[in-house]
């Protein structure tokens, strides 16, 4: 059995259980050399809907959690069983199976990342946009871990514009999972930078709002505490007075929670502490002590036409 999921926030959290697995080495060995005619012969073209030699596959290459030979074989982490699959898979009729997680062979890629199973399982036609049993594409769960590794791989084609990978990673960027997040949302859980600089440079929405709450990236940095990412992000041009569903701007969420460093940043990169929130509060409402509220108004102060002087 195999397990993966998006962060949500979570560091550290184990993201594939392949302790309890179906087959062992050797069974996969065995599988692969009875599966191949299989895959080889099974049937001219998935297209040939009229076509009885072939059917889809849900036989004994399958197991009781639906993992077929090839997810076994990530899984289990024998690349060259993987890749022999893959190459013999004319027909690619295990490379998209989704087993009872609806993972596919490239979610558990990137899990246990693989990068060169990655680029061949991208290479041989496999889909960017598949969600998991948690609405995670592969994409989301590269973003969420602590390399660049994997997301590097799942774009290198994708950086030509003439690339069909192109168009499907710009949808892939957009897809939120069943938790509201994007990947680049997952990208600030994890608190990596340097994912949230190369999916900010790939296009990803840097104010995309979480449709539960309407968080932004930069709600979600200010809540996590990270000044860094707090950082960066508003000098990606975030938008520093976006609003939550609840009216609170990213200034609200640092004073309310008493990040003063974070409210000098976001004040200096033009946040308006007189906005108000559904409940009428600004930030100078939330300031819990008069040394903040000194700090908000000293700020606040040195503005020319609504623009920070400093």
């Known amino acids: 059995m195999a397990q993966a999921g998006g962060s949500s926030g979570l560091a550290g959290e184990e993201k594939c259980d392949s302790g309890i697995a179906s087959f062992s080495e050797l069974d996969i060995l065995h599988q692969i050399q009875a599966g191949v005619s299989e895959l080889e012969l099974g049937g001219r073209s998935p297209d040939a809907a009229s076509d009885e030699t072939w059917r889809p596959i849900r036989d004994p290459m399958v197991d009781e959690d639906g993992d077929t030979i090839l997810h076994q074989a990530i899984i289990h982490e024998i690349p060259a069983v993987a890749q022999e699959i893959i190459s013999r898979d004319v027909h690619k009729r295990l490379l998209d199976v989704q087993n009872d997680f609806k993972q596919t062979p490239l979610h558990l890629a990137v899990v246990t990342e693989q990068t060169t199973i990655i680029v061949l399982l991208l290479r041989a036609g496999v889909s960017l946009e598949l969600q ?18 994997s997301l590097l791989a799942l774009t290198s084609d994708a950086q030509d514009k003439h690339h069909a990978a192109h168009d499907s990673l710009a949808r892939a960027l957009k897809i939120h999972n069943y938790d509201g997040h994007t990947c680049l949302h997952e990208a600030v859980f994890a608190c990596n930078n340097d994912n949230v600089k190369y999916l900010l440079e790939m296009g990803s929405d840097i104010n995309a709002q979480d449709p539960k709450s309407g968080h932004t990236a930069l709600h979600f940095a200010v809540e996590l505490r990270r000044p860094t990412l707090v950082e960066l992000l508003a000098k990606k041009n975030a938008d520093i007075n976006a609003s939550t569903y609840s009216g609170c701007t990213p200034l609200h969420l640092a004073v309310g929670r008493g990040a003063m460093d974070l409210a000098v940043m976001l004040l200096a990169s033009g946040a308006d502490a007189g906005l108000r929130n559904m409940e009428q509060d600004s930030a100078f409402d939330l300031a819990g002590s008069n040394e903040e509220l000194n700090i908000l108004s000293t700020y606040d102060d040195l503005k020319i036409g609504g623009q920070p002087v400093f």
């Open 132 to 149: 998991d049993w948690q609405g995670n594409t592969p994409l989301h769960l590269a973003s969420g871990q602590c390399s660049l590794d």
